[in-house]
């Protein structure tokens, strides 16, 4: 009898071990790669900023999207302009040659983007002209190493990351314009897999390996779907065993009808703000310089962003749940214009006094307020307590601001507590009114930052 027993435990016990390791795995399918739990980095860290580098960095007009708009038969101008100013005959290719990048310092893109208050970095490691900014194997040439800065950007950038304490993520584009593969396969109406065969799946495992990215920002999936990009298969070794198993946080263009469906964080479409709540994590991919992701050389004030702008974008969507990746895009020579650095130390000094309602906060029960749609809110339970932050996009009348949503937290406790971050200790009065609570902000005077304002409700 006891023998029986002893048997059955350990046939158990083994079963047991057996269904651990497969329940651990995921399967190369959406409803099992679906269930993975996003890793805790990646919510809490709310703001990236994205870099758009690359070969279309020299012509810096019309940006990233130059040469393929230059070769298709609907785009009139970049055509005159390269009549205009280029010899007959030139190449895109010839470009990358001008790609020098000498002004180009890991360390100093790495401060700045610290200083901005991002907890990661995007770059693009290779955009759809197919030009690596690693010495890829698969690249044939045509890479950052062999042609153009001479140098290993991805390592370097990566290093600089880290170094300042940020995580590290890469952009890479899935279809490539011209690609005589990906074109092959096209032709075939994606039946056959030549190019992701020999290129693309080969080029990501590479990327993966030799450089660790905690975030695959996969993009250019659009024109075929995933079973042409092998995209669960990719996507499940991923997770199951690639060196960034544990931190690996991938988006959600990895074929045809998977944005905004699968993945780890949904990006839907460029610029994705949808002002409300979304139940599956998010994030809004946006651009300092409205028009473009790539660096412009004829770009105007008026097509940047202003703070006001940036704030209030980032409000909204750290609001909503989402994280918010900004762009940059460098010149060719490596500098950060100032413009885009003036931007990014204002939203960094505005995070030095606001942070708290930013990082690590979790969406509240109502996103913009019911009566004040300017008012946007956050709620942390990580800062020691239940705190509730109202992030206030315009300075109301009077120095009054009038709330709706909170109101039944004034109406619990004569302790509640409203302050207003980086004005000291100073307990704000508040009374309430039938349907609302009306808070009496100090002097716009006297308080610290210029824009957007963060009053912290402590329940009482
Ligand atoms: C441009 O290419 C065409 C066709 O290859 C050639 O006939 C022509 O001489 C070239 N023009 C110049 C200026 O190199
Ligand atoms: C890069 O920038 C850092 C920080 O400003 C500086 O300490 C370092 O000397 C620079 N490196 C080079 C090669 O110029
Ligand atoms: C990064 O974090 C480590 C450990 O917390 C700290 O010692 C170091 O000073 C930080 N470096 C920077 C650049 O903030
Ligand atoms: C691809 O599909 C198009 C239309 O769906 C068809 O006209 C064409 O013959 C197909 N090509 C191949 C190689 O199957
Ligand atoms: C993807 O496209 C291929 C070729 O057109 C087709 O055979 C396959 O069924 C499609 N897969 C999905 C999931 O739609
Ligand atoms: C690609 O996916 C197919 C199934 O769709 C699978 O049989 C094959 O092993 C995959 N190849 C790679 C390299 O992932
Ligand atoms: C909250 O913001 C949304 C935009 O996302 C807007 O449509 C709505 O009117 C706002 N609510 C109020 C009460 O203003």
């Not at 758009?52 to 785009?75: L, R, T």
């Not at 955009?127 to 690596?132: Q, S, V």
């Not at 307590?385 to 601001?401: H, K, M, S, T, V």
């Not at 302050?419 to 704000?428: F, H, R, S, V, Y």
Request: glycine share 6%.
């Amino acid at each position: 009898m006891m023998t029986l027993k002893l048997l059955l435990c350990v046939i158990l016990v083994s079963i047991c071990s057996v269904f651990k390791v497969s329940c651990g795995r995921y399967d190369p399918t959406w409803w099992s790669l679906d269930t993975r739990p996003l890793p805790i980095w990646y919510d809490r860290a709310k703001i990236g900023i994205f870099v758009h580098w690359g070969v279309f960095s020299v012509p810096s007009v019309y940006s990233e999207w130059f040469w393929a708009d230059w070769k298709s038969d609907e785009d009139v101008d970049i055509k005159e302009y390269m009549q205009k100013n280029f010899p007959p005959n030139f190449t895109y290719q010839e470009f990358a040659k001008d790609f020098t990048a000498e002004f180009f310092n890991a360390t100093q893109w790495a401060d700045l983007f610290a200083r901005a208050g991002a907890k990661y970095v995007v770059l693009t490691s290779k955009h759809h002209e197919g030009f690596t900014l690693w010495p890829s194997k698969y690249s044939f040439g045509w890479n950052a190493q062999d042609i153009g800065p001479h140098r290993d950007i991805v390592d370097e950038l990566g290093t600089a990351v880290r170094d300042a304490n940020m995580t590290f993520g890469l952009y890479h584009s899935l279809y490539e314009w011209f690609n005589p593969l990906y074109l092959a396969d096209k032709a075939n109406n994606y039946t056959t897999q030549d190019f992701v065969m020999n290129k693309i799946l080969p080029e990501m495992r590479e990327l993966v390996e030799n450089y660790k990215p905690s975030v695959l920002w996969s993009d250019g999936d659009w024109e075929a779907n995933e079973t042409y990009w092998n995209s669960t298969e990719f996507i499940a070794w991923l997770y199951n065993d690639s060196p960034v198993q544990e931190e690996i946080v991938v988006n959600d263009r990895w074929g045809s009808s998977i944005p905004c469906h699968h993945g780890d964080f949904y990006t839907c479409s460029d610029r994705y703000d949808p002002g409300i709540l979304q139940n599956h994590k998010w994030e809004n991919a946006m651009t300092i310089d409205k028009k473009s992701w790539g660096f412009r050389r004829n770009a105007v004030l008026d097509d940047y962003l202003t703070p006001t702008e940036l704030i209030t974008t980032l409000a909204r969507t750290v609001s909503c749940g989402g994280n918010l990746l900004i762009n940059v895009g460098p010149t060719k020579e490596g500098i950060i214009n100032p413009i885009f650095e003036e931007r990014l130390t204002q939203l960094g000094d505005w995070l030095s006094i606001n942070g708290e309602a930013i990082y690590e906060t979790v969406p509240w029960l109502v996103q913009n307020d019911t009566y004040n749609g300017n008012v946007w809110y956050t709620s942390s339970p990580s800062y020691g307590g239940n705190y509730l932050y109202a992030i206030i996009l315009e300075w109301p009348r009077n120095d009054i601001l009038t709330l709706q949503s909170p109101r039944q937290i004034f109406e619990m406790s004569v302790n509640s507590v409203a302050k207003l971050l980086g004005n000291g200790d100073t307990k704000l009065k508040w009374a309430l009114t039938k349907d609302h609570v009306e808070i009496r902000l100090p002097s716009k005077a006297t308080v610290q930052n210029p824009i957007a304002w963060v009053l912290k409700i402590i329940p009482g």
